[in-house]
């Protein structure tokens, strides 16, 4: 017999709907709610977890408050804290239910359990509704003198949670003061912690108003604050010790003897088992040590063996977090690491955030007597199954190559590359040749070879055509068939505007293709024209149909570079040669994408997520601030848990995420930026991303040969273009050198032949400036940093940098004096200072000077800040003529 | 399967930051290749997750906090978690919700991390925790291997409440103590050994009533750190006997004052699961299996994969879970496998999505060799060199009742006065692979 058919069908008991079986509580929980039976709680704990369960999967029980309320009144905990857990989550939303609560949650603050007075204290605390403060302020004040710790505990962390509902309840009512006195005199840590961490907040965030308050909130990180807790830092359990060790990072000792108590005191903490503690007490060390270089070079050594045991030992995800960091310290003191270098290896079942890490320390920590073993670890990531990896790991090659002198090697393999026949390898590989050859133009006559034999036809990238494209062109003389390859790409110029055609919704991706499309073309234009030098016969008719094309291209920069071209042709032959070709001069460095600027900063930020993101902390910041002001006025709200970063929000210029496009907003007054401004930067999104790619292909394919072009005449050339078209193929080769033209003439442009030398400022330094050690040491610590730049060293400085006298004797002609010098090679560091003439304001340098990578991290500290723009420049300028003269 | 308990402790972060975390990690990249970080900002919330045993634990904040710190917690909420559920799975939890926000409410206040230590907890805990059966679960982590198959261990011990009674309602006194040894080694492709590391843990869970303290022995001639010469420099001290740890850290509870001299960890175990002692070695040991790989062109489009691999452990001993992985080249469209005549327990697959060989064998015992030949057939010529479009093989296993260090427990002595005091004592060496590859 079938079943009668139900009037209401009853949802699965799995997925209830709600209503009825709320209701259905309600009438359960009624009658218990009287009820004085032997085994009632069991029945009550059954139906609260009921209500909880659905209140956790997201049915609204908030009907039901009243009826829990009433059956609350027990002496059973287990239900009492369901029911704090369930008034918990509904009080904010309804203030008015948790009126209700107020008087029963007042009288178990007042139970004979300490347990029931606790947890009462922490749901009383806990209701954050604004109306209900005054009825906060008696627990309260009892539970910080409550005899049992877990009361004080408690009621020091409601005291904070009193401030962010109503801070002027929270400081009429003395509650800071009284946390204070808790802190220095409580015997259970747990409380000390809490109070710690609760004056440090309210505190912080009074301080803006209150001078008072800016002065306790410095007694915070006053010695005697500092060695209390210092002393006792191993009866705090671990996260407390991570709070207290964050402290002292904010603490100046008076002296050198003060670091090193505080180091030895600590020393055991780098064995704990616990990273947070590990890591937080590595920045101790390290901020503590920054003026100290010997030391500082010291406490690496110290934390090299801690921090590998971590990486290795904990969670995947924990040892990402320290990898991040070690990352960062490979990257400022790579020769600390460079016997390191298998700890970087990368393991096969690694994700790939952990391998780029890896990757990037391993290029950072090559060096003569690592590099062929890390080469050649290297070249077995190119053929590995992850693309994206297998590229960097060529990049990495490549890079090592390039910071190296002793190359030969490294060449072998990478020509290794080009015959491997996976087409993403030999794209990557092209670009780093083209590079390399860029450096070491000596080299070409093996390379050239090699990619001589790679079919243009395999190299679909832009990237990569654009080098093989800029080889066709530089190296013609030697390939053989160079001429008919361009010729061959020309005659499929518009093979690519296929590449156009794609409805691609990503605007951005779509003109970021147009960008790399019209670069491959520029590097066609003058690859033609320098093979048209070399070789006129062979190349004139691809010279004609490339220029034809290059003035009919879309493109305004295509077209502007051809019909200059075309023109200068026309002018005079040996010009244009000499515009289009000029002898070239060995790239000796490549630009760092990273400043050390940003670099530093990171570091300030030891054990932060700014090490994670590898940004400076403004940044996620700031970008946070915007996104929200732009979308909700609700302004106070966010701005509330910054308490951490009130201090940074203001520094320097606002970045925004990649994911946001690239976007950059120059300068911000501060941080509150209106919505009309993120607006106004939205419609820009297209224009800066494509400036910013432009500027980093020119500078790619060697900016120091293309032309420039003035931008205001386009428009005149444009005009003149269609009439002009007509002429496709210019008969020049007859023309007969005439080197005497100057070219500056021309256009009146100059080709510089050399990396620019700035001319000195207008600042004359004391030639007998004077200056004691001790003097400069208080000087150095208490002078913000003005400057701080990389700049590199001419191959002729390098070397004669073998006698680092050499180089003090050259500063001091220039008038800059050292004081302090050390290290051995490929690092050496100075100290140099220099005094403004007639008048005592001074100018201290730290100068650290890589001779392997022939670059100079400088740091210039002033006494008149204005100056030390100046000042860099003489500085800079009287480095650069270091073993020239 | 995942789930996450989400408490918006502060109310810093707004609702849906759930969904927003799912959305992020789902799809990190397009392509779906990469997984996410454990670490990211979206709309300047920052978001944490640790993944343990396949489920997510997540923490957010706006505050530019030590990452390591959150981490390190989320981490330890969940060995909390587990030492009061006995099982960690998406079941135990949902089974005890109630529960674990309890645990929440006394770890973090506020925003604050208040204790994370077992013991400390177990006076504000009141709920009791649904024991769900073990029998049915997936093995959680290393020391999972004791509880299945071999009967030598008493199974449901690891997976024991640190609150729950036994039937019967007395408590078993007993400890244990596992030292787990992951080992990473690279073998060249001729076969030597181009990189290998241990990274060991003597691992700790108490059920002993009173808080006795206990002293562990290890080895005499132990010595930690590897002065002055260089981390990878295997030509000393290996065959010697002598232990050499390059570095470790120890939990807060262990005490060492008689370390320097006899090499002893002195401890009063606090409740619950914890780590005494993490350590990490560069010195060269008998890497547990050899493999050699031999690839070879037979003929128009095909190829012959060798693939042998010897046990060099004892023969009483017997590895389980052995998986053999290795990629073969991009063309390959077929792959037919060949085992030795007679052997069970051993699977092969041809996985075509991803060109990967796969060869699974239930248990390999010690001193003993197994082949695998697999002919594979190419959709078209091969441009290449062969070797460059296939390998490295890599490699996972677990080795029960054998570690590779030779670091030993000597002796697990329990501090009580009573005589008659006489508890379990359970000491289990284990060896599992982390990344054993070997290049061809």
Redesign the interface.
């Known amino acids: 017999m079938a079943p009668p058919a139900q009037s209401q069908r009853s949802p699965s008991p799995s997925q209830p709907s709600g209503k009825s079986e709320v209701s259905d509580l309600k009438l359960q929980l009624r009658q218990l709610a009287g009820s004085r039976a032997p085994g009632v709680d069991d029945s009550k704990r059954e139906l609260f977890?009921k209500v909880?369960?659905y209140m956790?999967i997201g049915i609204d029980v908030s009907s039901l408050f009243g009826e829990m309320v009433m059956c609350s009144a027990t002496s059973d905990?287990?239900l009492k804290?369901?029911c704090y857990?369930y008034v918990g989550n509904y009080a904010?939303v309804n203030p008015d239910l948790a009126l209700l609560t107020i008087n029963f949650l007042q009288r178990d603050c007042r139970d004979e359990d300490p347990?029931i007075r606790g947890l009462a204290l922490?749901s009383l605390c806990s209701l954050?509704v604004a109306n209900l403060v005054e009825y906060l302020v008696g627990p309260l004040g009892s539970g910080l003198k409550d005899s049992n710790s877990?009361v004080r505990?408690?009621a020091v962390?409601g005291v904070?949670?009193l401030y962010h509902i109503s801070a002027s309840t929270c400081i009429d009512a003395d509650f800071p003061s009284i946390l204070k006195h808790l802190m220095l005199h409580d015997s259970d840590t747990?409380v000390v912690a809490?109070c710690l961490?609760a004056l440090q907040e309210i505190w912080s965030a009074e301080a803006s108003t209150s001078e008072e308050a800016s002065r306790e909130r410095e007694a915070l990180i006053s010695k005697p604050v500092i060695y209390y807790l210092l002393n006792r830092i191993?009866e705090f359990?671990?996260?407390?010790q991570?709070l207290v060790l964050?402290l002292v990072t904010k603490y100046v000792p008076s002296d050198s003897s003060e670091i090193f108590d505080i180091m030895n005191l600590l020393e055991d903490r780098l064995?704990?088992?616990?990273?947070?503690v590990?890591?937080?007490t590595i920045r101790v060390f390290l901020q503590l040590t920054l003026s100290m270089t010997d030391v500082h070079q010291q406490v690496y050594e110290r934390i090299k063996?801690?921090l590998?045991?971590?990486v290795?030992?904990?969670?995947?995800?924990?040892s990402?977090?320290?990898l991040?960091?070690l990352h960062l310290l490979v990257m400022r003191a790579p020769y600390v690491f460079s016997?390191?270098y298998?700890?970087f290896?990368c393991?096969?079942?690694?994700?790939?955030?952990v391998k780029r890490l890896k990757l990037e320390m391993l290029t950072a920590v090559a060096n003569e007597s690592n590099t062929y073993e890390i080469v050649t670890?290297l070249c077995?990531y190119a053929?590995n199954?992850?693309i994206?990896i297998a590229r960097e790991s060529i990049r990495a090659v490549g890079k090592i190559a390039l910071q190296q002198y002793d190359v030969n090697a490294i060449v072998d393999r990478l020509l290794q590359f080009l015959?491997?026949?996976?087409d993403y390898v030999t794209a990557e590989a092209l670009v780093l040749v083209k590079d390399l050859l860029r450096k070491y133009p000596q080299w070409s006559h093996d390379c050239i070879a090699v990619v001589g034999n790679i079919s243009s036809k395999n190299v679909q990238e832009p990237k990569a055509k654009a080098a093989l494209i800029w080889m066709l062109g530089e190296y013609s003389q030697d390939m053989q068939d160079a001429p008919y390859v361009l010729e061959s790409l020309v005659e499929n110029w518009d093979e690519e505007h296929s590449a156009e055609n794609l409805s691609c919704e990503d605007k951005k991706r779509l003109l970021s293709q147009l960008i790399q499309l019209s670069a491959v073309r520029l590097h066609l234009l003058t690859a033609v024209m320098k093979c048209f030098f070399k070789r006129p016969p062979e190349t004139q008719s691809a010279l004609g149909a490339a220029l034809a094309a290059g003035i009919a291209d879309f493109h305004q920069d295509v077209h502007d570079r051809a019909l200059f071209y075309y023109r200068i042709l026309r002018y005079n032959v040996s010009v244009a040669e000499r515009v289009v070709n000029p002898p070239k001069q060995a790239v000796s460095v490549f630009a760092d994408t990273q400043s050390s600027e940003i670099k530093d900063r990171i570091f300030d930020?030891f054990?932060?997520?700014?090490?994670?993101?590898q940004k400076k902390?403004g940044f996620?910041?700031c970008?946070?601030?915007i996104?929200?002001e732009s979308r909700l006025t609700d302004i106070h709200k966010?701005l509330q848990?910054?308490?951490?970063?009130t201090d940074?929000e203001h520094r320097g210029p606002l970045e925004f995420?990649d994911e946001l496009g690239n976007l950059s907003i120059g300068e911000a007054a501060n941080n509150v930026v209106p919505t009309q401004m993120v607006e106004e930067n939205d419609k820009d999104l297209l224009l800066t991303t494509s400036e910013k790619e432009e500027t980093k292909v020119s500078r790619n394919n060697g900016s120091a040969y293309s032309v420039p072009y003035d931008g205001s005449s386009t428009s005149v050339f444009a005009s003149q273009t269609q009439i002009e078209l007509a002429v496709s193929n210019p008969t020049l080769a007859g023309h007969s050198p005439q080197a005497s033209f100057a070219i500056d003439d021309l256009l009146g442009l100059g080709i510089p032949a050399a990396p620019a030398v700035p001319s000195p400022p207008q600042l004359k330094l004391n030639t007998k400036a004077a200056l004691d050690p001790s003097t400069f040491q208080q000087k150095w610590r208490q002078l913000p940093v003005a400057l701080s730049q990389e700049i590199s060293v001419s191959p002729q400085g390098v070397a004669a940098l073998t006698a680092p006298q050499a180089l003090l004797r050259h500063m001091q002609s220039h008038s800059i004096h050292c004081i302090a010098s050390g290290g051995q090679s490929p690092n050496f560091k100075f100290f140099f200072f220099a005094q403004k003439f007639e008048e005592s304001s001074n100018y201290l340098v730290e100068c650290v000077i890589n001779t392997s990578s022939a670059k100079t991290q400088v740091k210039i500290k002033a006494d008149d800040q204005n100056t030390s723009q100046d000042f860099s420049t003489l500085f800079e300028s009287a480095l650069s003529k270091f073993g020239t003269s | 399967k995942r789930l996450v308990i989400v408490t918006t402790d502060r109310g810093e972060v707004a609702k849906g930051s759930a969904e927003i975390f799912f959305r992020k990690v789902k799809f990190w990249k397009e392509d779906g290749q990469e997984e996410a970080p454990p670490v990211f900002n979206v709309d300047g919330v920052n978001y944490f997750h640790v993944k343990v045993v396949g489920l997510l634990f997540v923490a957010t904040t706006r505050v530019n906090v030590s990452p390591s710190l959150v981490l390190e917690l989320l981490q330890r909420i969940a060995r909390v978690i587990k030492d009061y559920l006995g099982v960690l799975s998406e079941d135990s939890l949902r089974k005890n919700f109630v529960l674990v926000y309890e645990l929440l409410d006394e770890v973090i206040d506020f925003g604050y991390m208040q204790t994370t230590s077992t013991e400390v907890l177990k006076s504000y805990i009141f709920n009791e925790p649904i024991v769900v059966d073990a029998a049915r679960l997936q093995p959680l982590g290393p020391a999972a291997i004791f509880m299945q198959g071999t009967k030598r261990m008493p199974g449901t011990a690891i997976t024991k409440s640190v609150v729950a009674n036994e039937p019967g309602g007395r408590k078993r006194e007993e400890i244990f103590v596992d030292i787990i040894e992951k080992i990473s080694v690279t073998f060249s492709s001729s076969g030597y050994i181009l990189t290998s590391e241990i990274d060991g843990t003597i691992q700790m869970k108490s059920y002993l009533t009173g808080n006795p303290e206990i002293r562990l022995a290890l080895n005499e001639d132990l010595s930690i750190g590897r002065g002055g010469e260089s981390a990878n420099d295997y030509r000393s001290s290996y065959g010697s006997g002598a232990v050499i740890l390059d570095d470790c850290n120890f939990h807060e509870s262990v005490r060492l004052d008689s370390f320097d001299m006899d090499r002893t960890l002195a401890l009063v175990p606090p409740d619950g699961e914890f780590p005494v002692m993490n350590y990490r070695m560069t010195q060269e040991f008998k890497p547990p299996f050899h493999i050699n790989c031999l690839i070879e062109e037979a003929g128009h489009l095909k190829a012959e994969v060798i693939l042998k691999v010897r046990a060099e452990f004892p023969s009483n001993i017997t590895a389980n879970t052995v998986v053999l992985e290795m990629p073969l080249p991009k063309y390959t469209t077929r792959a037919s496998f060949e085992l030795e005549p007679g052997v069970t327990g051993q699977r092969t697959d041809f996985k075509g999505a991803n060109k990967k060989l796969e060869w699974d064998l239930e248990k390999f015992v010690g001193g003993v060799e197994h082949t695998l030949r697999a002919k594979l057939t190419f959709s078209q010529e091969l441009h290449a060199n062969i070797i460059k479009e296939a390998g490295p093989v890599s490699m996972t296993f677990t080795i029960p009742m054998y570690n590779v260090s030779r670091l030993q427990v000597k002796y697990l002595q329990i501090a009580k006065k009573s005589s008659s005091y006489n508890p379990y004592r359970w000491v289990r060496y284990v060896t599992q692979a982390n990344s054993y590859v070997a290049r061809i």
């Open positions: 977890k909880i369960s956790t905990i287990v804290k369901m857990l904010k347990m922490r954050r877990y505990m408690v962390m904070l949670k747990q809490n961490s191993k359990c671990e996260w407390a991570c964050e064995q704990h088992a616990n990273g947070a590990v890591l937080a063996a801690p590998l045991t971590l290795s030992s904990g969670s995947p995800e924990q990402y977090a320290v991040s960091h016997s390191d298998k700890h290896y393991q096969y079942n690694e994700p790939s955030y670890e077995e053929a199954v992850d994206p015959e491997m026949e996976k930020e054990n932060s997520l700014s090490v994670l993101y902390p996620f910041w970008v946070t601030q996104i929200k966010y848990p910054s308490y951490m970063f940074k995420a």
